[in-house]
Every structure is written in C-alpha cells, then in structure tokens.
C-alpha cells in the first residue's frame, strides 16, 4: 500500500517535496527545534539537503516524510515521517518530528500523531508503530506518553551515538490509544 496525503481539521501531512525547503526553512529558525534532535539544521542547504535526504528514503521504500501545514496559521510549520517502514513485518516508526515552537502545546502534535497512527493501523494494517526519542527530550518524552504509547526502554547509543528512549502502540492498544486522542481533538463544549 502507498502512503497518501493525510487530513485533519488543523492540518494537511503533504507528502514531503523539495518545493517545500524555503517554507520550512523558514518555520525552523529557532534553535529550541534542534537542542535535543541529533541534526541542526542552521541554513538553506542544510534544509535541502535533510529533505533530499528524507526523499530519497521515500524513493527507496525505507521512509515516508511529510511537512505538517497547519491550516489555523496558513503555512508549513514543521515535519514529520514513517522510517523503518517493514511491509513484511507491518511495522513501522514514527519520527523526525519537530514543529515550529509557536504551535507547542496545541492541538498540531496530537492531531499529526491521530493520523499518521489512524492510517498505519486501519488503512495500512500496522500490528506495531514505534516512536522513539532522545532520553535528553524530557518535551518528546511526555508528548509520546500523553498519546498512550507505551514505554518500553532504552536504546543505548542507537543512533548518532545518542540513547534513545523508545515507545510503541501495537493493534491491540489502537483502539484505546485512537480513544484517547480523538477526546483530545474534540472541539470544547461551550
């Protein structure tokens, strides 16, 4: 199955193209985006070449990046993707998340993770969905905790030297974790 722009009510996931570079360039200025992500990006051509890069990964059938736009605000306010996509095994990661600081605590994290969760589990037929993030993002750490996802431990020097701490939502656990979410998304009853 291929993977597919995604809709939610705040947000469009497009898949991720080169068109896009300026756009979130300019949404990735501040430096509390990188303090706790293993790559900094600090100018245009690091911008081209992390998103050349994450294409390449959609070329090879490894990865599937999207930008998140925000339809509240009218433009890209980060990224987002499926890495370690195994067709054979119906398992996949969520990562290389990171929004501009402006849409922190709002609706944007839990409405991109609904949907990216929504479509690996009831279009894709996931059985796991792994989320992992640096044991030094306390910020991640409780986003990925306040979805359902589940704890499981940590990665010592997984990648870039960097312990990993690592998180999942099997099919099993979807239901409730879909539950969960979707009463976080519900408009406030006035």
């Known amino acids: 199955?291929?993977?597919?722009?995604l809709e939610g009510e705040r947000i469009s996931l497009i898949p991720l193209e080169l068109e896009h570079v300026d756009s979130l360039f300019q949404c990735s200025q501040s430096p509390l985006i990188w303090e706790n992500l293993p790559t900094k990006i600090q100018n245009l051509n690091e911008m081209q070449t992390f998103i050349h890069t994450a294409?390449?990964?959609?070329?090879?059938?490894?990865?599937?990046?999207?930008?998140v736009f925000d339809k509240t605000l009218n433009r890209m306010v980060g990224m987002t993707r499926?890495?370690?996509?195994?067709?054979?095994?119906?398992?996949?990661?969520?990562?290389?998340?990171?929004?501009?600081?402006?849409?922190?605590?709002?609706?944007?994290?839990?409405?991109?993770?609904?949907?990216?969760?929504?479509?690996?589990?009831?279009?894709w037929n996931a059985v796991r969905v792994e989320i992992i993030t640096?044991?030094?993002?306390?910020?991640?750490q409780k986003a990925i905790e306040?979805?359902?996802?589940?704890?499981e431990g940590i990665l010592r020097k997984k990648y870039n030297g960097?312990?990993?701490?690592i998180y999942s939502v099997i099919d099993e656990d979807w239901y409730d974790v879909k539950n969960r979410l979707e009463s976080f998304l519900k408009p406030p009853i006035a």
């Open 1 to 5: 199955m291929s993977f597919v722009q």
């Open 55 to 67: 294409i390449l990964g959609r070329e090879h059938g490894d990865e599937f990046p999207y930008a």
């Open 82 to 123: 499926y890495l370690r996509i195994s067709s054979v095994h119906k398992n996949l990661n969520i990562g290389w998340t990171w929004y501009s600081p402006e849409v922190w605590r709002t609706a944007v994290n839990s409405e991109c993770k609904y949907l990216l969760l929504k479509y690996a589990f009831e279009e």
């Open 134 to 140: 640096t044991t030094t993002h306390r910020r991640s």
């Open 146 to 151: 306040r979805l359902g996802a589940k704890k």
């Open 162 to 165: 960097l312990d990993y701490v």
